[in-house]
């Protein structure tokens, strides 16, 4: 069954660097999504893209975060000057379509380690 | 705004028992409501969810769901648990009829141990 895969699996960096979160989305989905779970919190939105656009983001994706498709097959979280703060889980998604209708399939997840 | 609350951040019950996570929502307009569920190591995997109609709700490993305007809630359950429903389940809801979002609104999470 087709999967959306993300690396790697835990990155640590120190404080100010910058980090590239990698997601290979599932090859026909054309909606792509980041979320973040920070250590007991909930689940939380970053951002949606679609038609190689930005089509909603969270008042927590500022500035310092981006997104690319930089081919056709992944899709990527760029953090530039990294915080302690953002330290999180974050998950990828895919979808063929718009929710309810299509389901929201997520990756594993990236443990991000802010030292 | 839209927000969830999952009662519970851990539960535990018997094998063979039943199984209830709860889920109250807050949405000013009519939601459409999911349960996910995550395995160790794995990412989360849609178990069921709510747009319109029948308000109660089956999804995949023989769990249900009943969505109750009245009292806003979305509460999971299934009758006999078995040690692989051991996960944490991830209740979410967003915005229905027609709202232009794919965002999806996550509670914190319920930790599901079965024991022996």
């Known amino acids: 069954e087709p999967e959306v895969t993300q690396t790697p699996s835990h990155q640590v960096t120190q404080m100010g660097q910058e980090v590239i979160l990698r997601c290979v989305p599932i090859?026909?989905?054309?909606?792509f999504y980041w979320y973040r779970q920070i250590l007991g919190q909930k689940v939380e939105f970053l951002v949606s893209?679609?038609?190689?656009?930005?089509?909603?983001k969270s008042e927590i994706f500022d500035d310092q975060f981006s997104v690319e498709r930089p081919d056709g097959s992944n899709f990527t979280l760029k953090i530039r000057s990294t915080k302690l703060e953002d330290s999180a889980m974050y998950f990828c998604?895919?979808?063929?379509?718009?929710?309810?209708?299509?389901?929201?399939?997520f990756g594993p997840g990236t443990r991000l380690t802010v030292t | 705004a839209q927000s969830v609350t999952q009662l519970g951040s851990h539960v535990s019950v018997s094998e063979g028992a039943l199984v209830l996570l709860r889920c109250n929502y807050s949405?000013?307009?009519?939601?459409?409501l999911f349960w996910y569920v995550q395995y160790p190591n794995q990412g989360l995997q849609l178990l069921l969810k709510?747009?319109?109609?029948?308000?109660l709700v089956k999804g995949i490993n023989g769990f249900e769901a009943e969505f109750k305007k009245s009292e806003t809630s979305f509460h999971l359950t299934k009758p006999s648990a078995h040690m692989s429903d051991a996960a944490e389940y991830f209740c979410?809801?967003?915005?229905?009829?027609?709202?232009?979002?794919?965002?999806?609104?996550f509670g914190t999470g319920t930790l599901l141990a079965v024991q022996p």
């Open positions: 893209f679609y038609n190689n656009e930005i089509s909603e």
């Open positions: 998604a895919s979808s063929e379509g718009g929710i309810p209708y299509y389901e929201q399939y």
């Open positions: 979410a809801v967003t915005q229905g009829h027609g709202g232009a979002t794919n965002k999806l609104i």
């Open positions: 709510y747009t319109t109609g029948a308000t």
């Open positions: 090859s026909n989905h054309l909606y």
């Open positions: 949405s000013s307009v009519p939601p459409y």
